[in-house]
């Protein structure tokens, strides 16, 4: 059905490329086509990398979708092609094992400043994939995500800065920092940056996408009893009205404690109040948001940043805006807001 069905190399290949099918729901897949353009999401993509565990016997990470590494040399990562190398790799035991932790390099490319994106309640970073494809060539970008199991026992918007302060050193150990947050993640990336202000360091962006403090949401119900936030989950993790009211049991262990991290680290954040000041921040709403909820928003981002703060808006919603076609200005906002390389901040 598609237009790259080329010969299928071996068997491991060839069971890929049945679970693509059975996700996807296409028939006649090809071995270099991307996941993620035939349709594959945030959750299908979890259902993927557990699928291969059980029927191939091989752990992945859910990171290895979408990360440029020296091993995928340019290619999509999330094509059968790749994905069956990876596995012989690791089968093998020539590549030992995959790590799961640390910063996730989106690209590689680019002798710029790199660009750490911090992730949304939850901990997942599928949803910058499509950013760093359409950011600037002129400097790495890096996707920071809590998935791990010291990350699950981090509750609070402090703690997992930490966490995210030790992977971002390990990659870039001095300033200047250029940092992105999405969603809850806003508040993460804010609290890194006054940290490291605090510290010495320089950081010459710090931008806020669609995100909220704790003092400008609502107080927090249990997911059972919020309907609003019945409906965000629906959007984020693909659940049925069911299944977000709890009407429905969810069955899948690993789309269970991706909830149950999301409700723990939503409630970190309504628990969050910056303690340090930063200097300046680039804030951008979802145009599709509430305008007198986001003048709110912004009033509280504005009590603790010196300079001030003069929201802009992008194309689409929470979710949509990091989408094609709305993702292609949403990039070009960030890409404006990044000093040039070379230039100071």
């Not at 049925?240 to 680290?265: I, K, M, N, Y």
Request: charged residues 25%; glycine residues 8%.
């Amino acid at each position: 059905m598609t237009k790259d069905s080329a010969v299928r190399h071996d068997l491991v290949e060839d069971e890929l490329l049945r679970i693509f099918e059975e996700l996807l729901k296409i028939d006649g897949i090809g071995r270099n086509e991307c996941f993620f353009e035939l349709g594959g999401h945030s959750l299908l993509a979890a259902q993927l990398i557990a699928r291969i565990r059980k029927r191939l016997g091989a752990v992945l990470p859910l990171s290895v979708l979408f990360e440029d590494t020296p091993e995928s040399d340019g290619r999509r990562p999330a094509t059968a092609a790749y994905l069956a190398e990876r596995i012989h790799e690791l089968l093998d035991g020539a590549a030992g094992s995959i790590p799961s932790d640390g910063a996730v390099p989106l690209r590689r490319q680019g002798t710029g400043t790199p660009l750490f994106c911090v992730h949304p309640a939850g901990g997942e970073i599928t949803g910058f994939r499509e950013l760093a494809a359409h950011l600037g060539t002129d400097r790495p970008v890096y996707g920071l995500h809590a998935l791990g199991a010291a990350d699950d026992a981090d509750t609070s918007v402090e703690a997992l800065a930490t966490r995210h302060l030790e992977r971002i050193r390990a990659v870039q150990p001095h300033g200047p920092y250029a940092l992105l947050g999405w969603s809850m993640g806003a508040a993460i990336a804010f609290e890194m940056a006054g940290r490291l202000r605090e510290q010495g360091e320089s950081v010459e962006l710090l931008a806020l996408l669609d995100g909220y403090l704790g003092a400008d949401l609502p107080e927090y119900r249990p997911l059972a009893q919020d309907k609003e936030l019945q409906g965000f989950v629906q959007r984020a993790f693909g659940l049925t009205a069911a299944q977000a009211s709890g009407a429905e049991a969810v069955e899948d262990p690993q789309l269970l404690a991706r909830l149950t991290r999301f409700e723990s680290h939503t409630r970190a954040l309504l628990r969050y109040r910056p303690a340090r000041p930063v200097e300046r921040a680039s804030l951008v709403f979802a145009a599709a948001g509430d305008p007198a909820y986001q003048r709110q928003a912004a009033d509280s981002w504005q009590e603790f940043t010196e300079a001030p703060v003069e929201p802009l808006r992008t194309p689409g919603d929470h979710f949509s805006m990091f989408t094609e076609p709305h993702v292609r200005e949403l990039a070009a906002l960030v890409t404006a807001a990044l000093p040039v390389p070379g230039e100071t901040a």
